[in-house]
């Protein structure tokens, strides 16, 4: 009797642990959204005189103005930060969270006609809602329109269309290709390939293929996946290289923590939008799988992944790990990454939280790498700064939405031994 009641306050004691386990980390995820909420001051400040106006309405033209928040910018870590944030409120049933994303495109639409004749070639990279009007790369346009469609579908404004599909035009018919139909840019060199603009194109057009349902759009998604990984791929490492120049046919030197995590956090975007019969889903599933089995084994300790992946020298870095722990988490919920890999994607959350400000006030989260070019020179990656609550903030959020999408629909901590 005493060994069968032993038995009994064990499970019972195993099943309260992992119940406020699970408790936890929903908690930390609605204090960094809440975080989010409470940065994001929409409002506009004079460079030369300090004021600070909540609209430019009924202002004189021509001020010099910037944008107080770096959450309500029009840039592509806003576009990522609007698109978890709708995750979250659609997991939450909780609507803050999914305005957050609508009040900053209402910011935006409600002032961007004030700017529109003062954007200059040499303003535009700090210029308020610039990209709204002037795109020349897919980092002006991409992740941004995939926020807004989100907005979109949350509202059914006929008017944020408009941008969709110039965006989608952009990618579709403006941007620089090789010949074999992949997407480039002109710099370093003209033509390279940046890992990054998987995730600055692909989301969007799965979005716009859903919109509009016109298969085309899935298709150039689905074979930037493919191409990317034909130029990218490091047989040697099982990473992808950040970047591939054509003038050399040669790949750069690193395997960035970030530029990996684009490209994963891409294939997830498509796989929620591209239809369960089309032809090549099921090798998307096969290169996002490969992705996984290939930085499982890079992961630190601490949870963390480096920002060279395959250098253990160099930091350790949030950013990174939480497109990772993103990707794992939401392979295992669809169920087609067997269910023990959500330890590693868990190991990551934790290593994510781990680097959250406790202090209730700041709830700042460090250790991101600050936005990165490609480069030949591998010390450049060794010596990219760290920020706090910088580019990629956004994809944290994703991460924990879908660790709680597991916490919810299992009552065990059954991975941690198969």
Request: aromatic share 14%; with cysteine; charged share 25%.
């Amino acid at each position: 009797m005493k060994k069968y009641l032993f038995a009994v306050l064990t499970l019972f004691y195993a099943f309260n642990l992992f119940a406020q386990n699970n408790q936890a980390d929903e908690a930390q995820l609605i204090r960094i959204a809440d975080g989010f909420i409470e940065a994001n001051v929409r409002c506009f400040v004079d460079n030369k005189t300090g004021e600070v106006f909540s609209s430019v309405k009924d202002l004189e033209p021509n001020r010099d103005l910037r944008i107080n928040s770096m959450h309500s910018r029009f840039v592509y870590q806003t576009g990522v930060e609007n698109i978890a944030m709708i995750q979250l409120g659609e997991l939450l049933s909780e609507q803050k969270y999914t305005d957050y994303a609508l009040k900053n495109i209402e910011f935006v639409y409600a002032n961007k006609d004030y700017f529109k004749n003062s954007i200059t070639k040499e303003n535009h990279w700090i210029h308020p809602f610039s990209r709204f009007y002037v795109i020349n790369y897919l980092d002006d346009c991409g992740a941004m329109a995939a926020g807004l469609a989100d907005v979109y579908q949350a509202t059914k404004n006929k008017d944020y269309l408009g941008y969709i599909y110039k965006a989608a035009d952009f990618i579709s018919n403006k941007q620089f290709r090789l010949n074999d139909g992949t997407l480039v840019r002109d710099n370093p060199v003209k033509y390279s390939l940046w890992a990054d603009d998987l995730y600055m194109s692909v989301p969007l057009l799965a979005r716009v293929g859903a919109i509009t349902g016109d298969q085309k759009y899935f298709d150039d998604a689905v074979k930037q996946v493919i191409n990317f990984d034909k130029y990218l791929w490091d047989e040697q490492t099982n990473l992808y290289f950040h970047g591939w120049l054509s003038d050399e046919e040669e790949p750069t030197v690193a395997h960035w923590g970030r530029a990996n995590g684009w490209v994963m956090a891409a294939k997830v975007e498509l796989l929620k939008y591209l239809p369960e019969d089309y032809p090549k889903r099921n090798e998307i599933i096969k290169l996002l799988l490969k992705q996984i089995h290939g930085i499982a084994r890079y992961q630190a300790q601490s949870g963390l992944w480096h920002n060279i992946l395959d250098k253990t020298d160099s930091f350790e870095e949030v950013s990174c790990t939480a497109m990772f722990t993103y990707g794992i988490a939401y392979a295992v919920n669809e169920g087609i990454l067997p269910e023990r890999y959500i330890s590693v994607a868990k190991l990551g959350w934790n290593g994510i939280i781990n680097n959250v400000d406790q202090d209730y006030e700041s709830k700042e989260v460090r250790n991101i790498c600050v936005g990165t070019g490609i480069s030949t020179n591998l010390s450049y990656y060794y010596s990219r700064p760290v920020r706090s609550n910088d580019t990629g903030a956004g994809a944290i959020i994703s991460a924990g939405v879908e660790i709680v999408k597991y916490n919810r629909t299992h009552k065990w901590n059954s991975f941690s031994d198969n």
